[in-house]
C-alpha cells in the first residue's frame, strides 16, 4: 500500500478509479467536476441522471461510481464534499467522510489504484492547508485497516496544492 503524489490533471490518470469533486445534482459542474464530465464523455452523465433519478440528489459525504466513459480509469466515483461556512467540525467531518465513502466504494468495487483531486478546495472554499490534512489523515487511516487497494495517489492541479501535500506526506511515516 503507498500514497503517490502528482501535479497535473486527473482525467489522464490510468487507475481503476478516479474520484470526482462532484456538486449534488451530479450533472457536471465547473472546475475537476467539468473537466471529468468533458474528457468523460456522456456515457457518465447518462450514469450520473440514472442514479439521481432513483436515488436524488447526492448529499455532501456520499459516494456514487460509474463508468469512467472515454477516460483512461475503469471508473469515476463521484463525491459531494461540504463547503466551507465557518470551518465547523461538521463541515470536517463531511470532507473525511467523502473520502472514506470513496475508499469504502473503491474497495467494494475491488480497485487497486485510484486518484483523488483536492476536494472542496476550489469554488467550495475549503482551506487547502485544512483539507489536504484531513485527505491525508483519511486515506492513511484507511489504508491501515483496509489491503484491497494499493495505491492512492492524490492528484493535484495547482503547485501551491502541490507543495502542501508534498509537506504533509514527508511527515509521515511509512503506513
Not at 34 to 62: N, S, V
Not at 86 to 94: D, I, N, V
Not at 119 to 130: D, E, M, N
Request: overall charge neutral; proline content about 4%; glycine content about 8%.
Amino acid at each position: 500500500m503507498k500514497i503517490t503524489l502528482l501535479q497535473g490533471d486527473i482525467t489522464k490518470m490510468e487507475t481503476d478509479a478516479i474520484v470526482n469533486a462532484a456538486n449534488s445534482s451530479l450533472l457536471g459542474g465547473g472546475g475537476v467536476d467539468g473537466a471529468i464530465h468533458r474528457a468523460g464523455g456522456p456515457a457518465i452523465l447518462e450514469e450520473c441522471r440514472k442514479i439521481r433519478d432513483r436515488q436524488g440528489r447526492c448529499a455532501p459525504g456520499e459516494a456514487v461510481i460509474t463508468t469512467a466513459g472515454r477516460l483512461p480509469a475503469k471508473y469515476v466515483i463521484h463525491t459531494v464534499g461540504p463547503v466551507w461556512n465557518k470551518g465547523s467540525e461538521e463541515e470536517k467531518a463531511l470532507l473525511r467522510t467523502a473520502y472514506m465513502n470513496s475508499l469504502q466504494l473503491a474497495a467494494k468495487h475491488d480497485v487497486q489504484t485510484i486518484a483523488f483531486p483536492n476536494i472542496s478546495t476550489g469554488v467550495y472554499r475549503f482551506p487547502k492547508q485544512v483539507a489536504a490534512e484531513i485527505a491525508v489523515a483519511a486515506v492513511t487511516d484507511f489504508l491501515k485497516n483496509d489491503n484491497k487497494i494499493s495505491n492512492v495517489i492524490f492528484v493535484c492541479f495547482e503547485k501551491e496544492n502541490y507543495d502542501i501535500y508534498t509537506q504533509l506526506l514527508s511527515q509521515q511515516g511509512p503506513l
